[in-house]
């Protein structure tokens, strides 16, 4: 019998599900079994109704001006207790190093004077904000979010492809995608202990709170978004809502004397804490763009006072910039003492006339990319380039070499996706998110598995038309405490004047259909007498 | 109005929020299942049926006995199904008063039963509860937009409330009696449908007594159990107020409105520690309270004889 998964080929690169043919990886043996005896059709039908749940709920991406669903495939992707603990490590630690970094460079910069990254690097990142210097958030915490793309390597091995410490989208899709997978395929999840994302907004809230100015009892925290045309709008839609904080926009908000308040029908409100999904350039007129209408004025100067909190902290692009990227191992081991648990892909700087002349003469052989894009933008994937392109990207590189970094090309790790009706590899990356609330750098397990649909293709950025995937964590046996968030309070009651059984449902009273049967049989009886042709029946 | 008429609408009133009530909980109570990797799902179910008053015993509790008891049975009027059924068969009875649209609302859900079934059995049981929590809503939303204030209205809306009291008390129940089978608060809260108005009204993580608080006695939730009384109360108060001319000096006029105002005040009066401290027995008093005030309200309101049965006196 023709299966799901039969013809499913294993090409160069490691295959999530399979290690070789019809040889499901440990952490896949249940899913494999679930889904193997489901016919195509089957899998196809439920697929539909995913992607009607998720138009029903305008779980959308704005993609080019144009509000889309946003495209989950129905088949999970499935990280072992295990690896997830190594990325889990990986992840946190980075991010420590990153902050230790952050508060170096807008601070004492010592990182500079003991000669492990250059200044030039810094000061030349357009992400660079000298309006942040001694700027100390009340927490210490700079990034209090932030998602660390990953990708598997040939071998196995995740390796950092990129970090996004300034305002990282995509978590929103993560809670909704195991909400949607949960409703549409209940049974894949009965035989698996997978662990929960929902406590997201929870977490980020506590974070949020904890980074408030120092002696507010009762912080308000808010999330500043700019505004319903935004490709991640719904995102800031779902963490207020379920945060249950103000979603504002930059025109609710007004600074006077230093303090930031919400315009609201009692008047203005303090705001402590600014949870802002808008890039530094325009948060703040009086300090950025002038011409920005989305920021709020003054906003900077109160955080420079210490009256509000701006999260993710101003100028945390020059971290996550790609080619200070290749000296974060550095970082891990010169602020933390502690070897990277997770590598870098393989990344060149164009330093040097040296590797600038060789990154040029192999272009058609490296993956150049802009270092201060996002999104995918920009990116030049040197094998599948044409003559024409790579002209083009020799004479740019020429002209700026530092808006560059080359990497090796990475064969994405690929995992079985339904396309068409069948089960076909592609490719995919993860990209786990961290809240950091200045005790403990907690991160979400699983995150967002992100695969690009198109047969081959390596960009799986959701602004270049990729999809995502449920991404679940296996759990071993139940951790003690950790799992029940913190509760301030309990309620200590007594049962011990309880009766034994709870009370049964009030039935309703011996309804129409009781007498409505007694009259049909009456009616029915009467026809019967009336009826003579029937015979038989003697009235008596 | 017409005794008969208005028993029927008072019991359409309470199955329909029934059936809405029980598919949230269900809902809620099966992505639990799915989500929670810890869950003990055979106590999880047991608590859960011991709770909707059809206890079973625990090694025979599962999922699909659960389904198959509060959402499929269809001659218990606890089940979803049930319950439909029984709201249809009541508006048969009483077209006249009912508007068509409520009526052909009703009739569409139950000719609707069979096939959402079926689907649940393939896609999961997912799409059934939303279809009917829509449909509830349509049904008292349109009982909302196309019927007279009268008292047609005011028995329908009183068997809601009445129902709305029990059910949201059996729900906290849950919560209170499970122990550590028992589904968190933020599940409880989002089985009432209170889990975003809580979070906007707290702004914060869910804190136990704060959610037992709201979903007991917020004022502006209608989902709350003091909500709810007050809506009955109120509902009751217009219904007698015809006797009040003639009669009452002191108290209240009916047995009925006695019972759901002694509830709501002692609610509304007693301090929340104490509330809290017996919190357990106080749910059991309320779902006795809904039960003692709907029997008082059949009493009152709805004085119809059995069918009497003539017999011909036998020959000797």
């Known amino acids: 019998m023709a299966d799901l998964f039969d013809?499913?080929?294993?090409?160069?690169?490691?295959?999530?599900?399979?290690?070789?043919?019809?040889q499901p990886r440990s952490a896949y043996a249940g899913l494999f079994t679930s889904?193997?005896?489901?016919?195509?059709?089957?899998?196809?039908?439920?697929?539909?109704?995913?992607?009607?749940?998720?138009?029903?709920?305008?779980?959308?991406?704005?993609?080019?001006?144009?509000?889309?669903?946003?495209?989950?495939?129905?088949?999970?992707?499935?990280?072992?207790?295990?690896?997830?603990?190594?990325?889990?490590?990986?992840v946190a630690q980075r991010v420590l190093a990153?902050?230790?970094?952050?508060?170096?460079?807008?601070?004492?910069?010592?990182?500079?004077a003991d000669r492990v990254v250059p200044r030039s690097v810094v000061t030349t990142s357009a992400h660079f904000h000298r309006q942040a210097h001694g700027l100390v958030p009340p927490n210490g915490v700079r990034v209090h979010v932030s998602g660390i793309d990953l990708v598997r390597d040939e071998a196995g091995d995740f390796r950092v492809l990129e970090d996004n410490l300034r305002s990282p989208s995509g978590v929103s899709y993560v809670i909704t995608n195991r909400a949607a997978m949960s409703q549409v395929l209940p049974e894949l999840f009965a035989d698996h202990r997978i662990q929960p994302v929902d406590d997201y907004p929870t977490r980020l809230l506590a974070a949020l709170k904890a980074s408030a100015p120092a002696n507010v009892a009762d912080p308000t925290v808010v999330v500043l978004t700019p505004g319903v045309y935004n490709s991640a709008y719904f995102e800031h839609a779902l963490l207020a809502r379920q945060m249950g904080v103000e979603l504002v926009e930059g025109r609710d908000l007004v600074c006077a004397g230093n303090q930031v308040s919400m315009r609201t029908t009692d008047g203005q409100r303090r705001v402590d804490v600014v949870y802002r999904r808008i890039d530094d350039e325009f948060l703040d007129p009086v300090h950025f763009r002038p011409d920005s209408v989305i920021g709020c004025a003054g906003l900077l100067n109160a955080a420079r006072a210490g009256r509000v909190t701006i999260a993710n902290a101003v100028g945390n692009g020059v971290a996550d910039d790609k080619l200070l990227f290749t000296w974060v191992p550095d970082l891990v081991r010169y602020y933390l003492g502690e070897e990277p648990v997770l590598a870098n892909a393989e990344t060149y700087r164009l330093d040097d006339r040296e590797?600038?002349?060789?990154?040029?003469?192999?272009?058609?052989?490296?993956?150049?990319?802009?270092?201060?894009?996002?999104?995918?933008?920009?990116?030049?994937?040197?094998?599948?380039?044409?003559?024409?392109?790579?002209?083009?990207?020799?004479?740019?590189?020429?002209?700026?070499?530092?808006?560059?970094?080359a990497q090796k090309p990475i064969g994405l790790s690929t995992c079985?996706?339904?396309i068409g009706g069948r089960i076909a590899p592609r490719h995919v990356d993860l990209r786990p998110f961290a809240v950091n609330d200045g005790s403990k750098v907690w991160v979400l397990p699983g995150g967002l598995t992100r695969v690009a649909l198109p047969e081959g293709e390596l960009v799986v950025n959701s602004s270049q038309g990729g999809g995502s995937k449920d991404t679940w964590v296996l759990s071993g046996a139940r951790?003690?405490?950790?799992?029940?968030?913190?509760?301030?309070?309990?309620?200590?009651?007594?049962?011990?004047?309880?009766?034994?059984?709870?009370?049964a449902q009030d039935p309703g009273p011996l309804n129409d259909t009781v007498v409505g049967q007694s009259q049909q049989q009456q009616q029915g009886a009467f026809r019967a007498r009336n009826a003579p042709e029937d015979g038989g029946t003697t009235p008596c | 109005m017409l005794s008969r008429i208005a028993e029927s609408l008072f019991w359409i009133g309470r199955y329909v929020e029934r059936a809405?009530?029980?598919?949230?909980?269900?809902?809620?109570?099966?992505?639990?299942?799915v989500e929670d990797p810890w869950i003990d799902e055979r106590r999880a179910c047991a608590n859960l049926l011991a709770l909707m008053g059809s206890p079973c015993p625990e090694d025979e509790a599962d999922t699909e006995r659960v389904l198959a008891t509060l959402a499929f049975e269809r001659d218990s009027p606890s089940s979803?199904?049930?319950a439909l059924s029984a709201a249809r068969e009541n508006a048969r009875g009483a077209r006249e008063v009912l508007s068509g649209e409520i009526w052909e609302s009703l009739n569409v859900t139950h000719n609707a039963l069979p096939q959402q079934r079926t689907m649940a059995r393939r896609y999961g049981p997912h799409a059934l509860f939303r279809f009917v929590r829509e449909r509830s809503a349509m049904v008292f939303g349109l009982a909302d937009s196309t019927m007279s204030r009268d008292e047609s209205w005011l028995f329908l809306v009183l068997g809601r409330s009445l129902e709305r009291v029990d059910m949201t008390a059996r729900i906290i129940s849950t919560r209170v009696l499970a122990g550590d089978a028992a589904p968190s608060w933020t599940l409880v809260l989002r089985s009432t449908g209170a889990y975003e108005p809580y979070l906007r009204t707290y702004r914060g993580v869910v804190d136990s007594s704060r959610a037992a608080e709201f979903l007991l006695l917020d004022r502006l939730f209608p989902r709350s159990v003091f909500a709810a009384l007050d809506q009955a109360e109120s509902c009751l108060a217009e219904l007698e107020r015809s006797t009040v001319r003639d009669t009452t000096r002191i108290g209240v006029a009916g047995e009925a409105h006695r019972i759901v105002g002694r509830a709501r005040t002692l609610l509304e009066y007693m301090s929340t520690p104490e509330l809290l401290s017996r919190l357990p027995a106080r749910l059991e008093e309320l779902q006795r309270t809904c039960s003692a005030a709907s029997a008082a309200v059949s009493n009152h309101f709805f004085t119809e004889q059995a069918p009497q049965v003539w017999v011909p006196e036998g020959v000797a």
């Open chain 1, 7 to 22: 013809g499913y080929p294993l090409g160069q690169q490691w295959d999530e599900m399979f290690g070789s043919p019809g």
């Open chain 1, 35 to 90: 889904l193997q005896p489901m016919a195509g059709e089957e899998l196809s039908a439920r697929a539909d109704l995913l992607s009607q749940t998720y138009r029903d709920a305008g779980v959308t991406f704005a993609h080019a001006g144009e509000e889309q669903p946003f495209p989950l495939d129905i088949v999970p992707r499935v990280i072992g207790a295990e690896e997830w603990d190594v990325i889990e490590r990986g």
């Open chain 1, 98 to 112: 990153l902050e230790a970094f952050l508060a170096d460079v807008y601070g004492a910069g010592e990182v500079f």
């Open chain 1, 355 to 405: 590797t600038t002349e060789w990154v040029l003469s192999s272009l058609d052989q490296l993956v150049l990319k802009p270092v201060d894009g996002s999104g995918g933008k920009g990116i030049v994937i040197g094998p599948r380039a044409d003559e024409k392109t790579l002209a083009d990207l020799a004479v740019k590189v020429r002209a700026r070499p530092r808006d560059w970094i």
């Open chain 1, 416 to 418: 079985p996706t339904l």
């Open chain 1, 479 to 503: 951790p003690a405490a950790s799992r029940e968030v913190p509760e301030s309070t309990r309620i200590e009651f007594t049962a011990a004047d309880l009766p034994d059984d709870p009370p």
């Open chain 2, 20 to 33: 809405d009530d029980t598919a949230r909980i269900l809902d809620v109570h099966t992505q639990r299942l």
């Open chain 2, 80 to 82: 979803i199904v049930g």
